[in-house]
């Protein structure tokens, strides 16, 4: 658990994202993008795309092995797929945040949950739509497996993997800095089916600064 | 390296022939490449953080790509991912084509890139891959460690494809393998004809989620082929 030193009264841009929604977004090398958690247990699934060329974007597994551990929380870089650092996280008042769980897709809901919630909402169709908004368009292809942050995904030593119950809580934070010009592209989570939302999905803050 | 297109109910039977082998693979539906194996469904489908007989590979539109029908190993690892040349020549040391020929020391990331190409995919086709053969665990904490000697000299691993897949893979070193000398270790690849699963079949009853992702499989494969 890290605080961040920065106010949230001088950040120089902020926005509320509603659940199941979706943002994209420019962080200019140097600035610093805080998510905040403003109900509580709201995962927030985030990718992140070099601005100059979104050939290069965020990889799991990349950012998984340069710090040989699963979850991201202070001091972790986020990797590209070309093995450059994208951003670093600075402060974290949640702990850990997911990198294993992905999106959800309403062709993976009925995989998961039952035939019948092929209709409802889901975090790749709200990602499909903010890829071919941005200023070059993105397609499904550039959408890989992304960060969740707000999370718990927790893995046993014995290789069991569940969803759990959030740990985070209202107000908590993830804070990084960009170690390059990128684009950020969330989907506020709208799955009703497991508690990574806690049956609930709220609303999250993204501020810059 | 190989690529190649393997037809639904095919079985691809890989060998590590020396032991310590690792077989990282990409799967593609052969006449859809912008379906492909996805890492995150086909974990939280099944609740596992690695795969084994009988879990499934599953796809990012709800269905099966393939499913592991016979299995001597055990563990075989999700999500490390593959090498690329900076850490090959950080790990190994300089060994070029020039110096060396055939010999010389190939990452995972060019390999799959190369593969890729001659399909018409590429960078952006690129997700995190298996590795068959090798195991890491993961702690409390999640810190991750590589475990030695997961496979040994004649272990074989099976998979029966439940699509037309595109098959991606290399036998480069696992990133996190510890071994500080650059091997090549060899694999063989076999593909035999089979049977359509029986709808007891191990694969399909481990999880339910698995049964409705080979329903989508026959809701695919009905709407898209004459029936039978």
């Given amino acids: 658990m890290t605080e961040s030193p920065l106010q949230a009264e001088a950040a120089t841009y902020r926005e509320v994202i509603p659940a199941g929604d979706w943002w994209v977004h420019e962080i200019k090398k140097g600035q610093t993008l805080r998510i905040l958690d403003l109900e509580g247990n709201q995962a927030a699934d985030t990718l992140f795309f070099s601005a100059a060329d979104p050939t290069e974007r965020y990889s799991a597994d990349r950012t998984i092995q340069e710090q040989a551990a699963l979850y991201l929380t202070t001091g972790t870089k986020l990797m590209s797929t070309e093995g450059n650092a994208l951003l670093t996280i600075t402060a974290d008042t949640c702990g850990r945040h997911d990198t294993l769980g992905g999106a959800c897709s309403r062709e993976s809901n009925t995989m998961r949950y039952a035939h019948d919630k092929e209709c409802m909402h889901a975090c790749r169709d709200s990602f499909i739509r903010g890829a071919q908004e941005w200023n070059v368009e993105l397609t499904k292809r550039d959408l890989t497996c992304n960060i969740n942050f707000f999370m718990n995904v927790p893995v046993t030593p014995d290789g069991q993997l569940s969803f759990a119950d959030g740990i985070s809580a209202p107000g908590r934070y993830v804070e990084m800095k960009a170690e390059m010009d990128v684009v950020c592209l969330i989907s506020n989570c709208p799955q009703l089916n497991n508690p990574c939302n806690g049956w609930n999905p709220t609303p999250v803050e993204v501020l810059i600064f | ?228």
């Fill in chain 2, 1 to 228: 390296m190989w690529s190649g297109v393997v037809s639904r109910g095919k079985r691809l039977r890989l060998t590590d022939l020396d032991g310590g082998s690792n077989v990282s693979m990409l799967l593609y539906n052969a006449l859809e490449r912008h379906e492909r194996y996805n890492m995150p469904d086909t974990l939280k489908g099944q609740h596992i953080f690695y795969l084994r007989a009988p879990y499934c590979l599953h796809s990012d539109m709800g269905r099966l790509l393939a499913s592991i029908t016979a299995d001597m190993v055990g563990w075989h690892d999700t999500v490390c991912g593959h090498s690329d040349a900076a850490r090959v020549l950080a790990k190994y040391g300089e060994h070029n084509y020039q110096q060396a020929h055939n010999d010389w020391y190939r990452n995972g990331r060019d390999c799959f890139l190369i593969e890729l190409a001659k399909w018409g995919l590429g960078k952006k086709d690129l997700v995190p891959n298996l590795n068959f053969f090798s195991k890491v665990v993961s702690n409390e904490e999640g810190a991750l460690s590589f475990v030695p000697g997961n496979s040994k000299p004649g272990d074989s691993i099976e998979l029966r494809f439940e699509l037309d897949a595109l098959v991606v893979l290399n036998t480069c070193q696992h990133p996190l393998d510890p071994e500080t000398e650059y091997k090549h270790r060899h694999v063989k690849l076999e593909v035999f004809s089979g049977d359509a699963p029986a709808l007891d079949d191990a694969s399909l009853t481990i999880r339910p989620e698995n049964q409705r992702a080979w329903a989508n499989n026959e809701t695919y494969h009905n709407l898209r082929f004459q029936l039978p």
